[in-house]
């Protein structure tokens, strides 16, 4: 339940220290968001309709790609929408959906990127029994608990928002609606719950990035004991591409929390980076770096050109 609050609307006043930028940074976020979307879909489709890339990783992979998709859609088309001239404003309602979804995505992309490194620790180190252990009961149960355990996470921060009072300001000084910049709108007291927001927001991507690294830490003394060098080039390829998305994905988290004094123009470039450029990459880097997703990406390419001949 939110506490009734005077504001009904707020007005988003967009990205710090852009202003007459607004052209230039439409067509530039749309093009990230158009490459970001058919990039994805691309993906998706890719691995829906290859059967040699039904398996575990790609499996994740999959729900990876269907995030990536629903990310940066959560600020994507209002800030679109008000650089190209429309109105600033979006509703009370609107502003709680914007806060839940990003949160519960971006949650739910952590926890992934933290299963996909185990699915790497399991087929690198216990090879013989990857099938046992990855079974199709598995994959789907944690597949599951990503998105259960970020919709927790997300339920919580969004409670917590939105259970102050917001009767006074109402123009967010930022390009969607976000934890620290709604505070600073709320008529109480919000140090306690700036502090509990803080460490909550920390502490669960700290967590999953410890227990990637600790993956690693295995795969790579597992990649060390192999003796042919082919053996150690092909053990390591599956599991660069995921590495470089992980490490995309949680420096800017880094850049933002390890600040000595928040900086609003830093803060803001690094979401951005956050919200669209990451999902945008994302499909260049398991594609490109990926022997398997190309030739099913070109196979699937040619089936479609030649059904659009007929």
């Not at 829906?48 to 990310?71: A, E, N």
């Amino acid at each position: 339940m939110w506490n009734l609050s005077v504001v009904t609307q707020f007005i988003l006043l967009g990205i710090p220290h852009t202003e007459g930028l607004e052209t230039m940074l439409l067509v530039l976020f749309l093009a990230f968001y158009i490459f970001t979307l058919t990039g994805n879909l691309l993906i998706l489709l890719t691995i829906v309709s290859s059967t040699r890339l039904h398996t575990p990783m790609y499996f994740f992979l999959c729900k990876l790609s269907v995030c990536d998709i629903f990310f940066p859609s959560v600020s994507s088309p209002k800030m679109l929408l008000y650089l190209s001239g429309n109105s600033r404003a979006i509703s009370y309602g609107g502003c709680v959906s914007q806060l839940f979804f990003y949160h519960f995505l971006g949650c739910t992309e952590c926890f992934l990127y933290t299963v996909m490194a185990y699915d790497r620790f399991v087929a690198v180190c216990h090879p013989l029994r990857y099938s046992i252990i990855m079974s199709h009961r598995v994959c789907a149960i944690l597949a599951i608990g990503t998105s259960f355990f970020g919709c927790i996470q997300a339920t919580f921060l969004t409670t917590l928002t939105f259970q102050l009072p917001y009767c006074g300001p109402n123009e967010v000084d930022y390009y969607f609606c976000d934890i620290p910049v709604m505070l600073k709108l709320a008529c109480a007291d919000t140090s306690t719950l700036e502090m509990v927001g803080l460490i909550s927001v920390g502490l669960m991507p700290l967590s999953c990035f410890l227990l990637i690294l600790a993956s690693y830490s295995f795969i790579i003394c597992s990649i060390l004991k192999i003796r042919s060098a082919e053996g150690r080039r092909k053990a390591f390829s599956t599991c660069s591409a995921h590495l470089t998305a992980v490490l995309l994905a949680f420096m800017p988290v880094v850049l933002i929390y390890l600040q000595p004094t928040p900086n609003p123009g830093l803060n803001a470039a690094v979401q951005v980076l956050n919200n669209m450029i990451t999902p945008m990459l994302n499909p260049l880097i398991y594609s490109l770096r990926n022997k398997d997703v190309k030739c099913s990406l070109k196979k699937a390419l040619l089936q479609a050109t030649i059904l659009s001949k007929k």
